[in-house]
């Protein structure tokens, strides 16, 4: 089993920045492709970024490329989101996800095993 515990979000003044953290347990979460994902007001859950377990590979959505950073520090067990330039649009809960059958990173939700309660980011304009 993997708990999943998101961190970091807040209310910004768009141009701001935020990092989330997603805190893990579990010894094998080193071993997982690990995913962000965002569901704004009213809407469906949405990919942002993942990363492979080694780090190595990373994907974004298009909305989020030049402006997202995914990292990870398998040694803290923790996977982060360094979001700068945030816009109005990125308002959402966010949400931490590992997937434990990959070898590189999905940007789909339906492969995604363990999932976070989320953090709420807002961003005004």
């Known amino acids: 089993q993997v708990q999943l515990v998101e961190s970091g979000g807040g209310l910004v003044q768009a141009g701001g920045s935020l990092r989330l953290s997603c805190a893990a347990s579990g010894r094998t979460f080193s071993r997982y492709s690990t995913g962000w994902f965002r569901q704004p007001p009213g809407k469906e859950r949405e990919f942002v970024a993942a990363?492979?377990?080694?780090?190595?590979?990373?994907i974004y959505a298009d909305s989020v490329k030049g402006r997202f950073t995914i990292s990870r520090d398998n040694a803290k067990n923790t996977v982060y989101l360094q979001m700068n330039s945030l816009k109005p649009e990125d308002t959402a809960v966010y949400y931490c996800?590992?997937?434990?059958?990959?070898?590189?990173?999905?940007?789909?939700?339906?492969?995604?095993?363990?999932w976070g309660q989320g953090t709420q980011v807002t961003v005004s304009s």
């Open positions: 996800a590992a997937e434990t059958d990959s070898t590189y990173p999905s940007s789909k939700k339906g492969e995604f095993d363990y």
């Open positions: 990363i492979s377990w080694s780090g190595f590979s990373k």
